[in-house]
């Protein structure tokens, strides 16, 4: 593996290059007008992994947006890593508060990237991420260093929740047979700090619409005498958390695994600054469940957040108006053992009961995923860590995140096999937020430490 830094020297500009290319393609799942792009970028995907050296790659339609497939078999009877990521970004919005258009790839330097980072939608997650693979296979192949089978499956609907994933798996098990799953759609604490994510939040996502009387009303002459959606929504929002900032809906926390106080305290072992965290925020302080410090409330705790919510008028100047109807999207982040299924029924349930007479309620589940916690007593960690020691020079913290790929829970079930999160963002990233951007720094050190995943993995399993 002496060549992987000399290999990334000569080729970076060329690496980087690539990945902006791949970037300029707006491949945003959630809105169909950009369906025409999503699909050029799977096509993309293909081509790169066909150049990296997979000898079999294919588009694999789905109901949805479609699957790329790519493999390279050196020896059946050696182990087979499968790599997921995916190819499709959020949506840029807001785009006016992006200092850079969110297509228009720039590499621009910052106080933690001095080395620079390219800044544009999906820089960090997930195709910068996702890239890195692409180009580790392609070292591998080029110096006849890859130890072991590999096989790609990148999706298209990872973030709008990877519905035609699920039927994929149950109809190729066999096809996408593994011995451990490798992602980078993780972060990292710090440059200097590696981490390997150990654990992922579930995800219950709903839509509420409470509907007041049957037209817009002049605020004056109804306003006292009749229930104003917003206002019973706001309260009805409100009344989600009580004092000590706990979940009120009844049963929600029946199923959380609670921690160890050993856990706890291991888990406080990591690196954190919170006046750092608060600077890099702008806040004055954090707020959350009480009895729990901020790594815990963002990654072993349950929550439950309104990620959008409208209605009314918003426009220019003023209008004295009560609206018809009033809207929230909620989120609810899910640990184990919450079943996310039976949490958007607990959530329905309540919601519905807490209404008053005045309006009406109605609740439509999204989407939503298991939680994911992995040991790390497993071969796919001990190479992962290996892995980190040799280009770090550092083990790696494990850490449980606060995010949620839903998928992940459904590849043990499915397929039974660990997966393993290698991911080299930082929370500075941006994700999903203007402005995403994604070091040049970890991008290249990504590429050169999976490699070495593959090597002690392979070197685990056939000793
Ligand atoms: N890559 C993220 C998840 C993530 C980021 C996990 C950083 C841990 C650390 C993924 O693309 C994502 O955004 N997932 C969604 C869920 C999905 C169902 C829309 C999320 O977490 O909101
Ligand atoms: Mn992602
Ligand atoms: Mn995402």
């Known amino acids: 593996m002496e060549n992987i830094k000399s290999y990334i020297t000569t080729h970076q500009q060329r690496f980087i290059d690539e990945l902006i290319e791949l970037l300029k393609i707006p491949s945003v799942s959630a809105d169909p007008a950009f369906s025409e792009d999503v699909l050029n970028t799977a096509e993309a995907v293909r081509s790169a992994l066909e150049k990296a050296g997979c000898d079999h790659t294919e588009i694999c339609e789905t109901p949805g947006y479609p699957i790329v497939y790519g493999e390279k078999v050196v020896d059946p009877e050696l182990p087979t890593v499968l790599v997921y990521g995916?190819?499709?970004?959020?949506?840029?919005?807001?785009?006016?508060?992006w200092h850079s258009p969110p297509f228009e790839p720039v590499i621009k330097e910052?106080?933690?990237?001095?080395?620079?980072?390219i800044f544009a939608r999906g820089a960090s997650d997930d195709k910068g991420q996702m890239y890195m693979h692409v180009k580790a296979l392609e070292y591998m192949v080029a110096n006849d260093e890859l130890p072991c089978n590999v096989k790609f499956m990148i999706e298209g609907e990872e973030e709008v929740g990877s519905e035609s994933l699920g039927w994929f798996l149950e109809r190729n098990r066999e096809k996408l047979a593994n011995d451990v799953i490798l992602i980078s759609d993780t972060g990292?604490?710090?440059?200097?700090t590696p981490s390997i994510?150990?654990?992922?939040?579930?995800?219950?996502?709903?839509?509420?619409?409470?509907?007041?009387?049957?037209?817009?009303?002049?605020?004056?002459?109804y306003g006292g005498a009749v229930a104003n959606p917003i206002n019973i929504l706001s309260k009805m929002i409100?009344?989600?958390q009580d004092e000590n900032n706990h979940i009120t809906i009844p049963g929600f926390y029946d199923k959380v695994q609670e921690l160890s106080r050993e856990e706890r305290d291991e888990m406080a072992k990591a690196p954190f600054s919170l006046d750092a965290y608060k600077?890099?925020?702008?806040?004055?302080?954090?707020?959350?469940?009480a009895g729990y410090v901020t790594n815990e409330r963002n990654s072993i705790r349950p929550t439950l957040d309104v990620n959008g919510i409208w209605g009314g008028y918003t426009g220019e100047g003023a209008k004295t108006v009560i609206a018809s109807k009033a809207y929230a999207k909620i989120s609810m982040r899910l640990v184990p053992h919450q079943d996310w299924e039976e949490i958007t029924d607990l959530f329905q349930k309540h919601f519905e009961s807490i209404a008053p007479a005045g309006v009406k309620v109605v609740v439509k589940p999204h989407h939503g995923g298991y939680p994911y916690v992995t040991p790390i007593d497993n071969d796919g960690y001990q190479a992962a860590s290996k892995a980190y020691e040799a280009t770090f020079g550092k083990t790696p913290i494990p850490q449980r995140s606060g995010?949620?790929?839903?998928?992940?829970?459904?590849?043990e079930k499915e397929l039974k096999s660990k997966t393993i999160l290698m991911g080299f963002g930082l929370d500075s990233d941006a994700i999903h937020s203007p402005n995403e951007h994604y070091g040049i720094w970890n991008y290249l050190k990504g590429i050169e430490t999976i490699p070495y995943f593959y090597k002690y993995f392979t070197e685990i399993k056939t000793s």
């Open 86 to 97: 995916h190819y499709d970004v959020q949506p840029p919005d807001p785009v006016d508060l």
């Open 110 to 117: 910052t106080e933690l990237h001095p080395e620079g980072a």
């Open 188 to 192: 990292m604490i710090a440059k200097d």
């Open 197 to 221: 994510t150990t654990g992922l939040r579930g995800l219950s996502y709903v839509e509420v619409e409470v509907t007041g009387p049957n037209r817009d009303l002049h605020s004056g002459l």
């Open 238 to 240: 409100a009344s989600l």
């Open 279 to 289: 600077k890099a925020l702008d806040i004055a302080d954090v707020y959350g469940e």
């Open 403 to 411: 995010g949620s790929i839903p998928i992940v829970s459904l590849f």
